[in-house]
């Protein structure tokens, strides 16, 4: 049995509230549906539950509470967390909207910027992509060459980028561009909220071309920017000062959410467990220690939480930790997913009978395609050895790199 620990009384009242609430107002219809396909919004049912929570408070909860969030600390964050997955329901998020831009603005935004941007996200106005990796910049970020101008009160960007995240979706777009092309590379650089489209609802000079993966989902894209502008309003941080801001946002998504992430890793591994029981692969010893590899590492990124939960309450600032965190957990997911893979055998291949779909696949499938960039994005797991390698273990940097 996991470890059972009492957070102290205030957070378990709040765990008690948060359970009497789910009880008496979770949808039936989305018990047991997983996180993944809530984020990609396959279900029916989902816009109306993220209405809900929206209206009883529990989107953005951890924001301050004057710009639309509930002001909750990482213990209640965590405790949110576990009774989500508890009542086996999805907690809709606002996904890079809440996770990434929202407290890059927090930290480095105006009180302006802070008042405009941040109700927007938690009411699901403005839903975010993510505008940073280019086809010759993206480990070495700050070589982009997306060029930022500024003509009157308006910032005016041209270039190209990929692997955009969720632009199919969005409306919004959080950029990177070059605005002092004689500034050192990680100076010149602003950190722009960018608009999808004008507002009569055509392009604002965005042209999105979808990769496709094998199984047809497109949740990456070649993004090409002609003229694309933005309020000069919407550069967040301050001119040339976009690589501090983006620093925020990397470590939002390399260790942003390790207090809690083990949650939806946990019901993974124990759904594998009722696959393999109801095929009877279960008794099979190389299945079973597959399984108990995966159970262990659960635990450790259970433990891995708590440790960083630890850190939240001392009001320590993040560190190297969130690089040990991102290259454990995007490992992880990508081994596993390829362990049930096998263990599935020829079932594997088959598509699922999903109607109206050429090749629809299981959720087993989709979360083999689907972690085959985790240890990529968000930093390669190569780059965050050389940040553990560095800055925690003292060692002597690559040769070429400066500084």
């Known amino acids: 049995m996991p470890l059972e620990l009492d957070f102290g009384p205030a957070a378990e009242a709040f765990r008690a509230e948060v359970r009497g609430w789910l009880e008496e107002n979770k949808p039936k219809e989305l018990v047991g549906v997983n996180a993944d396909e809530a984020q990609r919004g396959q279900h ?31 213990v209640e964050v965590a405790v949110l967390n576990e009774e989500f997955a508890r009542a086996n329901v999805p907690r809709i998020t606002r996904g890079m909207g809440e996770w990434l831009v929202g407290p890059s603005i927090i930290v480095w935004g105006s009180e302006e910027q802070k008042k405009h941007f941040l109700p927007r996200i938690v009411d699901g106005t403005d839903r975010y992509c993510q505008g940073f990796s280019e086809p010759d ?19 005016v960007i041209n270039g190209q980028k990929v692997w955009t995240s969720g632009a ?24 722009v909220l960018l608009p999808m489209f004008k507002s009569d609802k055509s392009s604002n ?22 003229e694309a502008r933005a309020p000069v309003a919407n550069i967040i941080g301050g001119m040339n000062n976009g690589w501090r801001v983006t620093m925020t946002t990397l470590g939002n998504e390399r260790g942003g959410n390790a207090t809690t992430q083990h949650v ?10 009722k696959m393999m029981q109801e095929s009877g ?14 159970y262990t590492h659960c635990e450790i990124m259970r433990f891995n939480g708590l440790k960083v939960l630890s850190e939240v309450i001392a ?14 957990w995007s490992e992880y997911a990508q081994k596993f997913s390829e362990r049930m893979m096998n263990a599935r055998g020829a079932e594997a291949m088959l598509a699922a009978h999903e109607p109206g779909s050429a090749y629809a696949v299981d959720r087993w499938t989709s979360m083999f395609f ?11 797991a190569q780059v965050q050895r050389n940040i553990v390698g560095e800055r925690v273990l003292g060692l002597p940097k690559e040769p070429g790199q400066k500084g």
């Not at 910049?137 to 070589?143: E, F, M, T, V, Y």
């Open 264 to 273: 939806e890793f946990t019901k993974q591994f124990w759904a594998a467990v």
């Open 44 to 74: 029916p049912a989902l816009s109306k539950w993220a209405k809900k929570l929206t209206e009883a408070g529990y989107m953005c909860v951890g924001w301050p509470k004057e710009y639309g969030g509930r002001g909750l600390t990482g």
């Open 281 to 294: 692969k279960n008794t099979d010893p190389v299945i079973r220690q597959e399984l108990a590899w995966a």
């Open 137 to 155: 910049a993206g480990s070495d970020l700050a070589s982009l060459k997306t060029k930022g101008e500024i003509d009157g009160e308006e910032i």
């Open 205 to 226: 000079g965005i042209e999105l071309r979808p990769i496709r993966q094998p199984h047809g989902s497109s949740h990456f894209t070649e993004t090409f920017l002609t």
């Open 168 to 191: 199919t979706e969005a409306n919004m777009m959080f950029c990177l561009c070059r605005t002092d092309a004689d500034a050192p590379k990680h100076a010149g650089i602003s950190y």
């Open 370 to 380: 689907q972690h085959r960039s985790s240890t990529i994005w968000g930093g390669t």
């Open 315 to 328: 009001r320590k600032e993040p560190g190297p930790g969130a690089s040990v965190n991102k290259m454990f």
